[in-house]
């Protein structure tokens, strides 16, 4: 990816992220973060504006962490749609190696390992621990990796939410029973 095309990425992920800032649930309505046609990455990247990993923003599902041990709490989700229940896993738990998407799921309520090879991942809009998720490739979400800053760093690198903190020992429990759902409803 040429330097005028990454600053012009960096230049619509700042605006994004004053939103979020603003109004952490709308910020996403109406925001694509498009790369290049001729980038390598265009036809798979989820920011992509041919993108057919997700529906358009105001399709999302609302579900309730019922585990005493979690939240307890609803949270607007915005699903992927190119989840392969029937894949077999090629990483992750080494347990759940050699068997489904599916299975992992339902047993251990791991998430999905994705097309692109990486598991997915539920994250934060906003950093809000008040929610929306949305179910987000460890590719683009992970500390260090590309577009990490664009999601993590809105009140300054690593910090939570001033207001909303996520309380991650809770989330976790959140996490296994949101995918062990997430299968049984797909």
């Known amino acids: 990816m040429d330097y005028d095309t990454k600053q012009r990425l960096m230049a619509e992920a700042s605006n994004i992220v004053k939103e979020q800032k603003k109004n952490p649930y709308a910020a996403a309505q109406n925001t694509t973060l498009a790369l290049p046609e001729n ?27 019922t585990d005493s041990k979690g939240t307890m709490q609803t949270y607007q989700i915005h699903q992927r749609t190119d989840i392969d229940w029937d894949k077999i896993r090629t990483t992750g ?32 809009l906003g950093q809000d621990s008040r929610g929306g998720l949305v179910e987000a490739s460890r590719r683009y979400h992970g500390v260090g990796k590309p577009g990490q800053n664009i999601l993590h ?8 939410n001033p207001n909303h903190p996520i309380n991650r020992a809770r989330f976790a429990y959140d996490v296994k029973e949101y995918w062990k759902w997430r299968e049984q409803n797909r």
């Open 153 to 160: 760093s809105q009140f300054g690198r690593n910090k939570p």
């Open 93 to 124: 738990n080494r347990d759940f190696i050699g068997k489904t998407n599916a299975v992992a799921a339902r047993e251990k309520g791991l998430a999905p390992e994705l097309n692109d090879g990486n598991l997915a991942t539920l994250h934060h």
């Open 39 to 65: 980038s390598p990455a265009s036809s798979t990247s989820p920011y992509s504006q041919k993108s057919k990993v997700f529906k358009k923003y105001s399709d999302f599902v609302e579900w309730t962490a």
